[in-house]
C-alpha cells in the first residue's frame, strides 16, 4: 500500500529569529483534519494571544479549517524572536 504525500509543495520563508510555513488549500485540510492543536499547546505550553485568546493550537486548527475551506486557500503559521520576545503568528488567506 502505498501512501500519499502529506505535504507535497508547502514552503517556508525566513523571518527575524525564526520562519514561516505557508500551506495550500489541500495540505491546509489535512493539518486540520489531523487535529493537533491540543498535542501543539501540551508539548509547547505557551498562552493565549491577548487579542483573540486562542491558544497556538487552537489557532492552527481554527485558521488551517478556514484556509482549506477556501480553493485558493493558503495557511501560514510561525515563529519570531526578536531579543527576547519570542512571538508566534497563525493566519490564512482566502
Known amino acids: 500500500m502505498a501512501a500519499a ?3 507535497s509543495a508547502f514552503a517556508v520563508t ?3 529569529g525564526g520562519g514561516y510555513v505557508h500551506l495550500s488549500s489541500d495540505e491546509a485540510q489535512v493539518l486540520h483534519d489531523a487535529h493537533l492543536g491540543g498535542t501543539i499547546d501540551a508539548v509547547t505550553g505557551w498562552q493565549p494571544d491577548p487579542d483573540s485568546g486562542l491558544t497556538f493550537g ?3 486548527d481554527q485558521f488551517s479549517g478556514r484556509a482549506a475551506a477556501s480553493p485558493s486557500g493558503t ?3 510561525g515563529l519570531t ?3 527576547n520576545n519570542l512571538t508566534w503568528h ?3 488567506r482566502r
Open 5 to 7: 504525500p502529506i505535504a
Open 14 to 16: 525566513p523571518a527575524p
Open 58 to 60: 487552537a489557532a492552527i
Open 75 to 77: 495557511f501560514y503559521a
Open 81 to 83: 524572536e526578536i531579543p
Open 90 to 92: 497563525t493566519g490564512w
